[in-house]
T-cell receptor, first 110, second 115 residues
Framework: EDQVTQSPEALRLQEGESSSLNCSYT??????LFWYRQDPGKGPEFLFT???AGEEKEKERLKATLTKKESFLHITAPKPEDSATYLC???????????FGKGTLLTVNP | DAGVTQSPTHLIKTRGQQVTLRCSPK?????VSWYQQALGQGPQFIFQ???????QRGNFPDRFSGHQFPNYSSELNVNALLLGDSALYLC??????????????FGPGTRLLVL
């Protein structure tokens, strides 16, 4: 069964203080690893899809990387508007479903 | 380009009642998935519909059922509501491209409270 563990559960940063969020996964035959951002009471907003180890994708202050066992979401010089819960999900084997972690709650203080 | 839409936004029901939630997929998408998200948890997969058939189901009881219409929109029905069914219900749509399914895009969700 696919499993996803995200760490830390919560992270507080000062504006401009770069850091990384971790997503460890076990899956039989990775089809895709997905990062989403979720604001309170709203639906997840798609950020990145990674398909194979070594792949990297960037968007503004965010960069996602992938190895065979984990993915990192690097946040460079964050701003208060980056505050949200960041969710990681995997899709493996013949599954159509996404298996999510519990998320990392990021708070960026001005 | 309209994204995924869901209705209603909020709903309050009592135990034992039945509820129907609705979803319209993003333009061009043909696949709809439903997820349940409890407070402080990640979304849990309920089921996925493609070509008007349930293609995959998660670990949810038969009280949860669904339907997909010819225009790709979908409904989620929950019978005999329990207090534990209180959650944010999310609809996600995607385009089936065979072996490589496209990313699932989520709607804003329906917040269900069961009293």
């Amino acid at each position: 069964e696919d499993q996803v563990t995200q760490s830390p559960e919560a992270l507080r940063l000062q504006e401009g203080e770069s850091s990384s969020l971790n997503c460890s996964y076990t899956v039989s035959g990775l089809r895709g690893l997905f990062w989403y951002r979720q604001d309170p009471g709203k639906g997840p907003e798609f950020l990145f899809t990674l398909y194979s180890a070594g792949e990297e994708k960037e968007k503004e202050r965010l960069k996602a990387t992938l190895t065979k066992k984990e993915s990192f979401l690097h946040i460079t010089a964050p701003k208060p508007e980056d505050s949200a819960t960041y969710l990681c999900a995997v899709q493996g084997g013949s599954n159509y479903k996404l298996t999510f972690g519990k998320g990392t709650l990021l708070t960026v203080n001005p | 380009d309209a994204g995924v839409t869901q209705s209603p936004t909020h709903l309050i029901k009592t135990r034992g009642q039945q509820v129907t939630l609705r979803c319209s997929p993003k333009s061009g998408h043909d696949t709809v998935s439903w997820y349940q998200q409890a407070l402080g948890q990640g979304p849990q997969f309920i089921f996925q519909y493609y070509e008007e058939e349930e293609r995959q189901r998660g670990n949810f009881p038969d009280r949860f059922s669904g339907h997909q219409f010819p225009n790709y929109s979908s409904e989620l029905n929950v019978n005999a509501l329990l207090l534990g069914d209180s959650a944010l219900y999310l609809c996600a749509s995607s385009l089936d491209l065979g072996p490589k399914e496209e990313t699932q895009y989520f709607g804003p969700g329906t917040r269900l409270l069961v009293l």
